[in-house]
């Protein structure tokens, strides 16, 4: 049996100046994305989220439904096989390339 681990530790993000002690509306909502992004791509080495670096609007990223991951055999439970989802023919034709607009 493989031992499983993650550990998070020792996170720090700079947020800008506020004349105040606290957070803005909705800003630890946007915290947590930003550490949700950082951890996807250490651990997964793909990020979650394609984030627009200027709007910061984010969409979910296609590349993220492409990562291997394992299933349990039907009849034998201890038997794991490894599946590698197939890119849509959509994600085919864009490649690397991003859309613009």
Known sequence: MWEARVIVGNIV?????RP??????KERE????AISQALSEVLFGVSRYLV????????????????????????DPEIF???QPEPTISQKLAGDELPSG
């Not at 946007?30 to 994305?33: D, H, K, M, R």
């Open 13 to 17: 993000m700079n947020i800008n100046p």
């Open 20 to 25: 105040f002690k606290g957070f803005y509306r």
């Open 30 to 33: 946007a915290i947590l994305v």
């Open 52 to 75: 627009h670096p200027k709007t910061g609007a984010s969409a979910d990223n296609p590349d993220w439904e492409l990562l291997t991951y394992f299933v349990p055999d039907e009849d």
């Open 81 to 83: 096989s490894e599946i």
